[in-house]
T-cell receptor, first 112, second 114 residues
Framework: GNSVTQMEGPVTLSEEAFLTINCTYT??????LFWYVQYPGEGLQLLLK?????DKGSNKGFEATYRKETTSFHLEKGSVQVSDSAVYFC???????????FGGGTRLMVKP | GAVVSQHPSRVICKSGTSVKIECRSL??????MFWYRQFPKKSLMLMAT?????????EQGVEKDKFLINHASLTLSTLTVTSAHPEDSSFYIC??????????FGPGTRLLVL
């Protein structure tokens, strides 16, 4: 079956530091990959996605590249801000089911 | 675009009562809606998938008679927690999907059963 594994948090960084949140997956076929962000007390917001190998999703300074050879979709940002503090979820979807499989989430805390 | 709303955002109820949560896609037609439950500091657990005009498909371990789902139109799905008990207290999140793959999530509803 499908599964998504994320690095456990919390990840604590100082403002303007470089961020990497690792995500690896197991899936049949060619899934689409997503990063969602959840701010405190809110639902999930789609941050970025990639639908095929070597695609790079990007949004708000965040990037992630679909690496089929390593089955990874690591999230990166060059310079984090306090407002980036949130929980980040990596997820995948197989077209057949249209269902999302989520990783466990990684809490990011950015200190001024 | 692609905005999904939920109502109410928070609800407190007494044990034994029923609570209805609405999920609306505001600017697109959602052929499929999903209901998730999220425990504190945990990931989302898919409860059920509903397609407009048909019965919901529940995930294993989710009681369909306790969590009633109705998807009567392309813009509205409801989740009713029947005879709620304190263990049903949780954060319930819906998502909606139109013709494309991406799911758009509502802001969530926090349910507290006393």
């Amino acid at each position: 079956g499908n599964s998504v594994t994320q690095m456990e948090g919390p990840v604590t960084l100082s403002e303007e530091a470089f961020l990497t949140i690792n995500c690896t997956y197991t899936a049949t076929g060619y899934p689409s990959l997503f990063w969602y962000v959840q701010y405190p007390g809110e639902g999930l917001q789609l941050l970025l996605k990639a639908t095929k190998a070597d695609d790079k999703g990007s949004n708000k300074g965040f990037e992630a590249t679909y690496r089929k050879e390593t089955t990874s979709f690591h999230l990166e940002k060059g310079s984090v801000q306090v407002s980036d503090s949130a929980v980040y979820f990596c997820a995948l979807s197989n077209n057949a089911g249209n269902m999302l499989t989520f990783g466990g989430g990684t809490r990011l805390m950015v200190k001024p | 675009g692609a905005v999904v709303s939920q109502h109410p955002s928070r609800v407190i109820c007494k044990s034994g009562t029923s609570v209805k949560i609405e999920c609306r896609s505001l600017d697109f037609q959602a052929t499929t809606m999903f209901w998730y439950r999220q425990f504190p500091k945990k990931s989302l657990m898919l409860m059920a998938t509903s397609n407009e005009g048909s019965k919901a498909t529940y995930e294993q371990g989710v009681e369909k008679d306790k969590f009633l789902i109705n998807h009567a139109s392309l813009t509205l799905s409801t989740l009713t927690v029947t005879s709620a008990h304190p263990e049903d207290s949780s954060f319930y999140i819906c998502s909606a999907q139109g013709g494309q793959e991406t799911q758009y999530f509502g802001p969530g509803t926090r349910l507290l059963v006393l």
